[in-house]
């Protein structure tokens, strides 16, 4: 079946939350528009399209047209789940790992979680390794975890 871009594009925008966090870098504006399917191990998302495609990179060419050769798609906005076009753009290899040197301390500084829930006192878990983890993101988890599991009898 012949490849059907406008389709494409459709199916690709079912798949962004648009109510994503507000990034804390300076000159980048609006709210991250947050891809919620699947991610790979370094948490880009991925988007199927007869091949699996990096869901950012494929958000960039629908907006902007084909990346330039040589060059590497940046999240302006420091989020690799986000795939808003104005948070993106194409900069050279050498560019992009200087860029992503900052993005440790960065995230330390980040105020909210992926999906934008405040990471406060009592909204935020402290994992070993140094990272933070949303309560309100857990809890959902859990809770989602465990409507599929069978009921337990109350004691
Ligand atoms: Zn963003
Ligand atoms: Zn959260």
């Known amino acids: 079946m012949p490849h059907h871009r406008a389709t494409s594009a459709w199916r690709y925008w079912s798949k962004v939350a648009f109510d994503g966090p507000i990034p804390l870098v ?80 960065l995230r330390a500084a980040q105020t909210h979680c992926m999906r934008g829930h405040a990471f406060d006192a009592e909204n935020t878990i402290r994992a070993k390794n140094n990272t933070r983890k949303c309560r309100t993101c857990k809890r959902a988890a859990d809770r989602a975890a465990r409507t599929t599991t069978p009921e337990r009898t109350a004691a």
């Open 26 to 105: 300076r000159g980048v504006t609006g709210r991250c528009h947050v891809w919620t399917r699947a991610t790979n191990e370094k948490g880009y998302g991925t988007f199927w399209l007869g091949r699996t495609v990096k869901a950012y990179r494929y958000g960039y060419e629908l907006a902007f047209g084909p990346i330039p050769a040589g060059l590497d798609v940046d999240h302006r906005c420091r989020n690799r789940a986000c795939v808003r076009p104005s948070h993106l753009r194409a900069v050279t290899h050498r560019v992009n790992l200087l860029a992503s040197t900052n993005h440790a301390a």
